[in-house]
């Protein structure tokens, strides 16, 4: 993915503070700008932003190119940031420290909508349904239409099961969503 200069619409610095009062925003002024993280990504080649440019820009407190930008959303956690960062800092945990102030800040680009149904379908299920996730992905995207012929012939060759493979007690998994809820909330 071609990688745009960053330019700041403006600085804000009590986005900066607030990301930088949570547990990763200790260590985040450390950073040194070595780009181990960045080398370290898998998928930092789609990402708006590398992991490495994302937090200068949380030094910088640019709210908007941050909060909007699909890094956040497209980190698989894989955490060999996080382990290989020099200074201790945890890119993993800053995005997931990220998404919740993203959607209380109203952003929906088309990975807050996949991450949301993504939840919802693990919440309900206990396990993740290719077909429920499609299909329920589909309503809040239109643009997956044209993926229609694709999921079809993939259902053809019995690539793309109808059946859902349901956890046996949700009850217990509800309550852990819960408390995921809660421990947002307290950040
Ligand atoms: S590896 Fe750590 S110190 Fe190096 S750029 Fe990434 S966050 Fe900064
Ligand atoms: S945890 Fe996320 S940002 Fe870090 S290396 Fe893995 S995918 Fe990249």
Redesign the pocket.
């Known amino acids: 993915m071609k990688k745009e200069p960053i330019i700041p619409e403006s600085k804000d610095s009590a986005f900066r503070e607030q990301v930088l009062k949570t547990p990763v925003g200790e260590k985040i002024l450390t950073c040194m700008q070595c780009g181990i993280?960045s080398g370290?990504?898998?998928?930092?080649q789609e990402m708006d932003y590398s992991?490495r440019q994302l937090v200068r820009m949380v030094q910088l407190g640019l709210k908007k190119e941050v909060l909007s930008s699909n890094?956040i959303w497209?980190?698989?956690?894989?955490?060999?940031?996080?382990v290989r960062c020099p200074r201790g800092i945890h890119?993993?945990e800053l995005?997931e420290t990220l998404k919740p102030i993203a959607i209380a800040e109203g952003i929906t680009n088309r990975n807050v909508k996949f991450d949301t149904v993504f939840s919802d379908v693990i919440k309900t299920n206990g396990r993740a349904s290719e077909f429920l996730l499609i299909s329920k992905y589909s309503m809040t995207e239109p643009g997956m239409i044209k993926q229609l012929p694709f999921g079809l012939s993939m259902m053809a060759k019995r690539k793309l099961p109808l059946s859902v493979d349901r956890m046996e007690n949700t009850k217990e998994l509800g309550t852990i969503f819960k408390l995921g809820e809660k421990s947002r909330e307290k950040k």
């Open positions: 993280c370290s990504c898998p998928v930092s992991p890094t497209i980190c698989t956690t894989c955490f060999s940031c996080s890119p993993t995005m």
